[in-house]
């Protein structure tokens, strides 16, 4: 009997519960079907696609979770590659990420916390 992980998808979005069950044991492949249903994977963000998109790819997948967040001109994360472990973070709406630290590169933040980051600056902009 063998064992197999499959790879479900979740919208970065802040505050989105929308998710996405695939089949698919590798992340790759999951994303490559996530985008037949309107998904968007941006700079190591996923976002969820709107309902018509869904619908015109299958009628039975999800689709009272989705949000359209792909589609959206508003926000959407900007990441370069900055110094060793570090990325250059911004936003579509011409937000930069400012250092919490003196010793930080000013607008890098760690790789690993690019998507939280980013999460925060959309939570705050739209909580204005």
Do not use: N
Not at 48 to 65: P, V, W
Not at 100 to 113: F, L
């Amino acid at each position: 009997m063998t064992a197999s992980a499959f790879v479900r998808l979740y919208c970065d979005w802040p505050d989105c519960g929308a998710r996405i069950e695939t089949y698919k044991t590798r992340a790759a492949d999951a994303r490559k079907y996530a985008a037949g249903h309107g998904w968007k994977y941006v700079s190591g963000v996923d976002l969820c696609g709107s309902r018509e998109q869904a619908e015109q790819y299958t009628a039975s997948h999800d689709l009272h979770t989705l949000h359209g967040h792909a589609t959206r001109e508003d926000h959407g994360p900007v990441i370069k590659p900055g110094a060793k472990g570090y990325v250059k973070l911004s936003c579509r709406c011409g937000w930069v990420y400012t250092s919490s630290y003196s010793w930080e590169r000013p607008g890098e933040a760690t790789r690993t916390s690019a998507d939280y980051r980013w999460r925060a600056h959309v939570k705050e902009a739209l909580a204005s």
